[in-house]
């Protein structure tokens, strides 16, 4: 049991471009410096003749062993080899990434005079390895326990993928927790308030791009609204100007270098350098000695022409912003805080466009952007390992649900029980009647999605509860549960309350099943077909109501009649017209609005007459 163990747990955000890893203690966050003394630490191997390498030391020989030194695994992990984000980035890669049997990326590689094949968590463990071998050094005593970070939109197998290099690195995994939000209890631990604050993290990083809203009030942090791009960071930046420079190569020197893999990446650190340079300068100056066939390369960039390059790629990100606040509903004049993180947030123009969207908003730059992620890590790290203390106890994180959840009615609608973006742990329950007279089993359908009619959503599983004692329509009364735990799992459970017999499901990981572009198609669906799904509801709405009117009818002549009046021939003839109509009520589940309207004029015309002479005698 985690709790159990002496060594600190530690928080690690294992990063596209570098990882880095922190503990808490002494009652406060330290981030952990790797053997070379640095703070953050690169996550990429290379593979020797006679050993391997990671971390600070891969990267210094990547120029020189480029096609055996593997970076970017984060980019691989958990996806498909025809995935076409993984096809895209092949192009920009120097090592060679085939495919298995399976359609999964196996990275290839020449170690010990071998060919060999690894997967991109067995490269991520490679990683997490040496981050835990930091820590152990730091700490003197062997580290078990971890947190580890992922992008906001990395889908279930990604994280599921991320959580085995984990244990294949030997660490007991504690949690899989999302990067912004980590960065958010980072925040959280900086700025304690009492008062709500609507706080907006802008997440840019090497690889990926995350805009999270969150609400915090007295240490609690809730998720409003996420969103971002799996494939939008610094690296991108970098290949912008390092496609500028091959053409620059092409034009002066007549020589293309797009498929030298050596001369290619040591254009990419220098890309990288400079456009680090550009941060605080407004030019700089690219050498490179023998970069091919005897050229010795340089050249200068501006931070305009920098800027210029990547332009489109900056205006997403406001895009992004721009989502996120739509879809938590909110006006950027309600958020108190713009937090930076990431160490793409350095770059002046992300800056100023951030700003100018906020209308001239100071942006917080007071938690460090290459480490906030890993505090917060190492932060939920101790609260989950019981080695917290009163200062980071407060700090909890609660996750939102992406999409609607509910149960399935008789004739096709969906009835919403957890709506979208509720905060979780949640417990949300719904009393369901009995649908038709003695009904001794009720299938409750549990969906998932934003549309009235369940055939549009999407079907997560189901609850049979048998053994219902028979009882007219209505009759019996079922308690049906949807309860969200902290990790997001669902147990859905419907109780018959007269007698307590149970049936229950239980569906893993709600926030994270389904990828980014499966949430964002459906939300568009929702939008785009707002009219027509207006009609059903408009369809479903005369339904209940006519069924009602139809039982309630049935329910008023048998309390209101005496047992002599029963026998009278004109309430025989209601009777068998309200059980003829309950039957045409299910043979027509389906029917329009206009269809039950009509139904309805015809029953009231016959049994108006009937149940007003009834109340006058
Ligand atoms: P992260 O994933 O948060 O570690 O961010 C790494 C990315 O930040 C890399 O693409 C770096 O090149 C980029 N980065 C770090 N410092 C700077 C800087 N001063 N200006 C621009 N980009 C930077």
Redesign the pocket.
């Known amino acids: 049991m985690s709790g159990e163990s002496q060594a600190p747990a530690v928080g690690i955000d294992l990063?596209?471009?570098?990882s880095c890893v922190a503990v808490w203690r002494h009652n406060r966050v330290e981030i952990i410096p790797n053997d070379q003394g640095n703070r953050?630490t690169p996550s990429c191997v290379s593979f020797k003749e006679t050993e391997r390498l990671v971390g600070d030391s891969a990267m210094n020989v990547a120029a020189s062993n480029p096609v055996n030194t593997v970076f970017d695994a984060k980019r691989l992990i958990g996806r498909r080899f025809s995935d076409p984000l993984v096809q895209k980035d092949l192009m920009f890669w120097s090592f060679k990434v085939a495919s298995d049997q399976a359609d999964k990326p196996m990275i290839v590689i020449s170690y010990m005079d071998e060919e060999k094949q690894f997967a991109a968590e067995e490269i991520s463990s490679m990683i997490l390895t040496k981050m835990k071998e930091i820590a152990e050094a730091f700490l003197g005593c062997s580290v078990k326990d971890a947190v580890i970070t992922v992008p906001a939109y990395f889908s279930d197998s990604q994280r599921r993928a991320t959580k085995e290099a984990g244990t294949l690195s030997g660490f007991n995994v504690l949690r899989i927790i999302v990067e912004p939000t980590a960065a958010a209890i980072a925040y959280g631990l900086e700025k304690k308030s009492s008062d709500e604050r609507n706080v907006l993290i802008f997440d840019l990083?090497?690889?990926t791009f995350d805009v999270s809203l969150l609400t915090m009030s007295d240490g609690v942090i809730k998720a409003k609204s996420i969103t971002g791009d799996t494939h939008l960071?610094?690296?991108d930046?970098?290949n912008r100007m390092v496609n500028y420079f091959i053409e620059e190569l092409k034009r002066k020197h007549k020589k293309d270098i797009s498929n030298q893999s050596r001369a290619l990446r040591r254009l990419k650190t220098a890309c990288?350098r400079a456009?680090?340079n550009?941060?605080?300068m407004a030019h700089t100056t690219i050498e490179i000695d023998c970069l091919y066939n005897g050229i010795d390369f340089e050249s200068k960039i501006s931070r305009a022409k920098f800027e210029e390059l990547n332009m489109d790629l900056f205006e997403k990100c406001i895009a992004h912003v721009d989502k996120c606040l739509k879809d938590a509903k909110m006006d950027k004049a309600s958020i108190h805080d713009v937090v930076l993180?990431?160490?793409?947030t350095?770059?002046p123009k992300v800056q100023q466009l951030l700003q100018d969207y906020f209308n001239g908003k100071e942006l917080c730059k007071n938690i460090h952007?290459?480490e906030a992620v890993a505090s917060g890590a190492a932060i939920q790290a101790a609260n989950l390992s019981g080695q917290g203390n009163h200062k980071i106890e407060g700090l909890i994180l609660h996750d939102v649900t992406p999409l609607s959840l509910g149960i399935g009615l008789i004739a096709g609608e969906m009835s919403v029980v957890v709506p979208r973006n509720t905060t979780f742990p949640t417990k949300k329950q719904r009393i369901h009647f009995t649908s038709f007279d003695n009904q001794t089993i009720a299938e409750f359908d549990v969906y998932e999605g934003e549309r009235p009619r369940t055939r549009d959503n999407i079907q997560l599983g189901k609850v049979t509860l048998s053994g219902i004692p028979p009882a007219p329509w209505s009759g019996q009364k079922i308690d049906v549960c949807f309860d969200i735990d902290a990790n997001g799992i669902l147990n859905v459970s419907a109780v018959i309350q007269t007698t307590g017999k149970k049936s229950s499901l239980t569906i893993s990981n709600v926030d994270t099943m389904r990828p980014k572009d499966e949430i964002d198609r459906m939300l568009e669906d929702a939008e785009s077909c707002r009219s027509e799904d207006e009609r059903h509801e408009h369809r479903f709405a005369v339904r209940r109501s006519l069924v009602d009117y139809i039982y309630n009818t049935r329910d008023n002549i048998s309390t209101k009649r005496s047992a002599s009046h029963l026998l009278a021939p004109s309430t025989k003839k209601i009777r068998d017209e309200i059980n003829n109509a309950i039957q045409w009520m299910n043979a027509n589940r389906f029917a329009e609005a206009e269809v039950l309207v009509n139904k309805r004029k015809e029953l009231e015309s016959s049994w108006v007459p009937f149940i007003t002479k009834d109340s006058d005698t």
Do not use: H, N, W
């Not at 990063?15 to 570098?18: A, C, D």
């Not at 993180?341 to 793409?344: I, K, L, T």
């Open positions: 990063g596209t471009t570098y953050i990083g090497g690889g960071g610094g690296e930046f970098d990288e456009k680090r550009l941060s605080f993180v990431g160490g793409s350095r770059i952007p290459d």
